[in-house]
């Protein structure tokens, strides 16, 4: 496929968790690329989340961190966000992408709905 793919969103009360998972376009994640995962809210521009390098290094947005973290598997070509302690303002629809994102391959994002 020419998007990545992104599945394992829901609905989950304040404090519970979501695991997400990304398929890259073609199955396959360029060894360049440095990943990311994006999320965009109702009437909010999409923001970057977290980042992960080729040696797995991370970094996340202030508003993520310590709740969230980014993990990739090389071997099975797939990008992953664990999220705990989630609050009604993680809602939002999330995306997959390389950083700069390839603009031509998002996807249509997975929908976290952090609600009690």
């Known amino acids: 496929q020419v998007q990545f793919v992104e599945s394992g969103g829901g609905l989950v009360q304040p404090g519970g968790s979501l695991g997400l998972s990304c398929e890259p376009p073609g199955g396959v994640i360029l060894a360049m690329d440095i990943m990311g995962w994006y999320r965009q809210g109702p009437g909010n521009e999409r923001e970057l989340v977290a980042t992960?390098?080729?040696?797995?290094?991370?970094n996340y947005a202030d508003s993520v961190k310590g709740r969230f973290t980014m993990s990739i598997e090389r071997y099975k070509e797939r990008v992953y966000l664990q999220m705990n302690n989630l609050k009604p303002e993680d809602t939002a629809l999330y995306y997959c992408n390389s950083y700069g994102p390839r603009e031509n391959s998002w996807g249509f994002g997975t929908r976290v709905t952090v609600f009690p």
């Open positions: 992960i390098n080729r040696d797995g290094h991370t």
